[in-house]
């Protein structure tokens, strides 16, 4: 006879699927419409000129160029805000810009 009672199967050890967040397309590399630049959840990246913000806030391209990131600082920032994610006094943008024409 056993000694010691039959191991059970524990309820911990769970993880869930990543969600392979993060920028896909880097600066100085060539889009097509509809690619996907960045992956994110919130607005960490704003977009700029020809690109747009998907439902779940992917950013991606309406033109055909070349990918560019650029810091801006925000005109109305307001101090008041804890110095956290919302205090934040810039910005960053991705932008697809036309490529220069080749010669």
Known sequence: ??????GGSTQLGRDSASKRLGVKLFAGQKVKPGSIIIRQRGTKFKPGK???RGADD????????IVKFLT????RFDAGLPAGRHGQRRVKIVEV???APSL
Do not use: D, E, F, Q
């Open 1 to 6: 006879m056993a000694h010691r009672k039959s």
């Open 72 to 75: 801006k600082r925000i005109k």
């Open 58 to 65: 992917t950013l991606y391209a309406t033109k055909i160029g």
């Open 97 to 99: 810009v036309s490529p």
């Open 50 to 52: 020809n690109v747009k």
